[in-house]
């Protein structure tokens, strides 16, 4: 049987350290029978040479679009915007299947190229569940940034750079010192707290001292009676973990904002679902991501009000790059290793009919 080839792009994502491939995942699909190309990355948390030791060959930073057709391209976040075709097969986060701003040009270049896109956020077993996400460390940071982000206001001053973490105790420990030793006293809430990015974000709520009592951990039941909720306004730290998959109404918005006047608590929003531009975006009070380098987005809360900032990173994960990236890439295993067989196994068939779906749009849209 052929050696099935596939390839790992680096990242072109500012601040992006994360890997779709570790060295542990790919020495374990150069063993099931595939050659592993590496683009050369200093961005990337792992070290060019971690991966030539287990038997990858590396190749030159961002090469892929030379590639062979025939030869898959592995990644995490979208690529840089661009009109050209797309003529390979693209594993990825391509943010274009749920209208976001941009969505039908984006998936333009595969029609365009005559290429496959298989959406990493859309691949899910026979129950619907996704085979991989980096849902626990998005929230785990998240938390971790919107207590940050607390530690600074409380300053006076806005959230400087995030630079990553080395490991999930070195990010308690320093949010624990951004707080003074502990985040005992302050108040979150987290909608979203049943999945993984939700029990993150709870877990390191506790971890930096959070009294147990002092989260309010919500999910569909207590969110069922529609907002906006009073309660957001009633702590300091409201993170977001849904999954935004339909149109719900609004968890918060400017009227109540500022409406509430001096009486509001809340001070961080953390958006990690991080549905910016969606049309359904349920905290429709910013309109942009905002990056490592400026965490924070003010909010008009009204003249003479407390001050209020959102934290919209889209890989917040990326804070904590080696864990993140092991634990991800170590779930997505099992259906690489069925690649080869990508025309029966369900995950990718039903990824590739989706795919179809959303391109038969995309044209519809672009005029093609």
């Not at 040009?105 to 996400?133: C, K, M, N, P, Q």
Request: charged share 25%.
């Amino acid at each position: 049987m052929p050696r099935q080839p596939l390839w790992l792009r680096c990242e072109k994502k500012e601040f992006e350290r994360r890997a779709a491939l570790t060295p542990t995942t790919a020495k374990r699909l150069i063993d099931a029978g595939f050659d592993i190309s590496v683009e050369r990355d200093e961005q990337r948390i792992f070290d060019d040479a971690e991966y030539e030791a287990v038997g990858c060959t590396l190749v030159a930073n961002n090469s892929w679009p030379n590639a062979p057709v025939t030869t898959p391209i592995i990644g995490l976040k979208e690529l840089p915007a661009s009109d050209a075709p797309l003529p390979h097969t693209h594993i990825q986060f391509a943010h274009c299947y749920k209208r976001q701003a941009g969505w039908s040009s984006v998936l333009a270049r595969f029609h365009r190229g005559g290429g496959t896109l298989y959406d990493l956020e859309f691949l899910a077993d026979a129950t619907g569940r996704r085979v991989a996400a980096f849902g626990y460390h998005a929230g785990f940071a998240g938390a971790a940034a919107g207590a940050l982000a607390v530690a600074a206001q409380k300053k006076g001053t806005p959230l400087g750079l995030l630079e990553p973490f080395p490991n999930e105790s070195a990010m308690v420990t320093g949010v624990k010192e951004a707080l003074g030793g502990s985040g005992r006293g302050l108040k979150a809430l987290v909608i979203g707290a049943l999945g993984r990015c939700g029990r993150g974000a709870v877990d390191l709520l506790r971890k930096v001292g959070l009294e147990k009592d002092d989260i309010l951990k919500w999910d569909l039941a207590e969110t069922a009676k529609g907002g906006p909720f009073q309660e957001i306004l009633d702590v300091d730290i409201f993170v977001n973990c849904i999954y935004l998959s339909s149109p719900i109404p609004h968890f918060l918005t400017y009227e109540q904002i500022r409406g509430a006047g001096k009486e509001r608590r809340l001070s961080v929003v953390v958006d990690v679902s991080c549905d910016t531009t969606n049309p359904h975006n349920p905290i429709p009070i910013y309109s942009i991501n905002t990056t490592f380098s400026s965490p924070t987005v003010p909010v008009d809360a009204g003249a003479g009000n407390p001050p209020l900032s959102v934290i919209s990173i889209d890989h917040l994960p990326t804070l904590l790059p080696r864990e993140a990236s092991e634990q991800f890439s170590s779930d997505l295993l099992p259906s690489l290793l069925e690649f080869p067989d990508r025309q029966t196994a369900p995950v990718w068939v039903n990824a590739e009919k989706l795919f179809k779906e959303k391109i038969a749009e995309a044209v519809e849209a672009e005029g093609l």
